[in-house]
């Protein structure tokens, strides 16, 4: 049993924990509190549409623009965000709720910033938490709040029960297809669960590994008009990445492609989507901040 989390040593007005600099600072040095970070939750209806790559991608570019990004491996049993960041964590979210470590202790920085937030497989067993182990996350969350820009959650693939925590607390819904079938059809299978089971009305969807923007267009028009026909659920289209011999040698090197090769179309594009990002941040209101997200998270997608 996973024993109450000890907050000793935490005191107010104390530097960050995360050992950075505060992004926010007022006229003659006051303190100016900034907008919570909206979260972007990216999932998809089946495994290897490239969830994991347009994540470690996305958080580099929004990083370039000089934006606090954390990235979140929720792709239990299976994360490898760490990889394509290029870090080793020494501690995961499991650690953290056995009370072993602190949240700061869990998070690790990239080279480029880039905060990463790694999984485990005992955050299957968030929802048996205590509440004072509740109240500690949310806690040491709010320490960080102020320094984050957008948070980016890399969720498993499918309609779990973990996919659907994270994807239904998030602020905006990214669904990943390609142009393989089944990649729709199980696009499909998630928006109809996301919909009809938790509510959700509003997915953005991004197409990966296209030949170009007649094909992402097309493929968008497939799921858009069945989603909207029987579910009564209207999709928006985010963008399109492109197939890029480029972009298959950086994923091969455990690479972004927007390190590696700058002036690829991939990498263009995930510069371009990116952007996008940047300025949905600025105007999401919708569901709350990350403090938010992981209350709704712990406590079941309860407001």
Known sequence: MLEPLSMAGKTAGS????????VWRGRA??????????????????GGVGKT???????????????????????????????????????TLADFFAGAVSLDKVIVTNREGILLLPGASGVQEITALRHEQK????T??????????????DTGSGISDVVTYFTTAAQEIVVVVNPESASITDAYALVKVLASGHDQKRFLILANAVSGAAEAHRLFATL????????????????????????????AQAQTVVNAAAASPSAQAFVAVAEQFVRRAKSIKAKGNVQFFFRRMLEGGKA
Not at 15 to 22: C, E, K, M
Request: charged share 20%.
């Open 15 to 22: 530097t960050s924990r995360l050992g950075l600099a505060p």
């Open 29 to 46: 040095g006051s303190a100016a509190r900034l907008s919570p970070a909206p979260v972007f939750a990216i999932t998809s209806g089946k």
């Open 53 to 91: 790559n347009i994540v470690a991608n996305l958080a580099t570019a929004i990083t370039k623009m000089k934006k606090r990004v954390m990235a979140i491996d929720a792709n239990l049993g299976l994360a490898n965000l760490d990889l394509f960041l290029g870090v080793q964590p020494t501690f």
């Open 135 to 138: 109240a500690a996350l949310l």
């Open 140 to 153: 040491e969350l709010d320490v960080m709040t102020d320094e984050l820009d957008i948070v980016l959650i």
């Open 224 to 251: 858009s008009e069945a989603a909207l026909r029987f579910l009564n659920v209207s999709l928006d289209f985010l963008d399109w990445i492109p197939r890029d011999p480029q972009l298959l040698r950086a994923v």
